[in-house]
């Protein structure tokens, strides 16, 4: 193990997503990880997969976070589904109590099948208490539009656009994920660190969204932040990791295939 990852975030019971990506994402990169729960799902079997989502109570959020970083000496941090305003001002203020060398926020406004209305709330506290620090953000299509504010993301120009748009929030770094439903042959990405656009693109496989795959690549990133890597190969990483995982899906009974989590080779 070369470093420690710390991972705030929710955990999904299904085990496809959330802190249980993150912490198999850590273990296959080869460092050690440990997570702070902001909130459980747990999909309903019996009512089509939908969301069942309890916030765990602010207090408890800010034990969780004291006692990881009184115990390690902690410099990268991911921070994934945060899910209400009162969780949002718990993590803020963590993040605000010390430096860090980096955070990497996954800007989850709602998680596949929930109701782009919960988004709202959540997406103003966000942007206006967590963006400020982060310092990679690893936005998805739907992300990208709330964030950027713009109408439709069609194509790659607008990808960068909404890029760059992001980076003006606050993040030293934006990667804006195209993933299936932009058009095209390939998933592309894109990096703008408010000077330079880098596009990393690989075919697509299928064109149904996975489960997990959000999660797995800010992990990714993360891990090889905390082992010394540049954003750019962090992200290069973090792409063919969530290629193979994606390429190993594994089917499940939910709507949506489930990422394996499979270190690039
Ligand atoms: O994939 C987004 C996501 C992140 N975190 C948690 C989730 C989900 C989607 O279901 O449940 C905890």
């Not at 019971?13 to 959330?18: F, L």
């Not at 209400?84 to 109590?97: H, K, M, N």
């Not at 194509?155 to 748009?165: G, P, Q, V």
């Not at 690989?202 to 690549?217: D, L, P, Q």
Request: glycine share 10%; aromatic share 4%; hydrophobic share 40%.
């Amino acid at each position: 193990m070369t470093g420690r990852a710390y991972v705030i975030a929710g955990s999904e019971a299904t085990g496809g997503a959330g802190i249980q990506a993150d912490l198999r994402t850590f273990q296959e990169l080869g460092v050690y990880g440990m997570g702070t729960i902001t909130c459980i799902v747990s999909f309903d079997p019996k009512n089509d997969w939908a969301h069942r989502f309890v916030p765990v109570d602010p207090q408890v959020i800010a034990d969780q976070i004291e006692a990881a970083t009184s115990c390690h000496d902690l410099d990268v941090v991911k921070i994934g589904m945060l899910g209400t305003p009162d969780t949002i001002d718990v993590v803020a203020g963590a993040l605000e109590r010390k430096t860090w060398r980096h955070v990497v926020l996954d800007p989850v406004l709602i998680c596949k099948g929930q109701e782009p209305g919960a988004a709202l709330d959540t997406d103003k506290a966000l942007t206006a208490q967590i963006l400020p620090h982060a310092s990679v953000i690893t936005p998805n299509l739907f992300e990208s539009r709330t964030l950027s504010g713009m109408d439709a993301i069609e194509s790659e120009a607008d990808l960068i656009e909404a890029a760059k748009r992001i980076h003006d929030l606050g993040p030293r770094y934006v990667v804006a994920k195209g993933g299936v439903e932009l058009p095209g042959p390939d998933a592309v990405d894109v990096l703008y660190d408010g000077q330079d656009v880098v596009v990393h693109r690989a075919s697509k496989i299928g064109e149904n969204r996975v489960s997990g795959a959000g999660c797995t690549f800010a992990a990714a990133i993360t891990a090889e932040l905390v082992k010394g890597g540049t954003v750019e190969s962090a992200v290069g990483t973090a792409k063919s990791m969530v290629r193979a995982g994606i390429t190993a899906r594994l089917s499940a009974h939910t709507p949506f295939d489930v990422i394996t989590t499979v270190a690039p080779g």
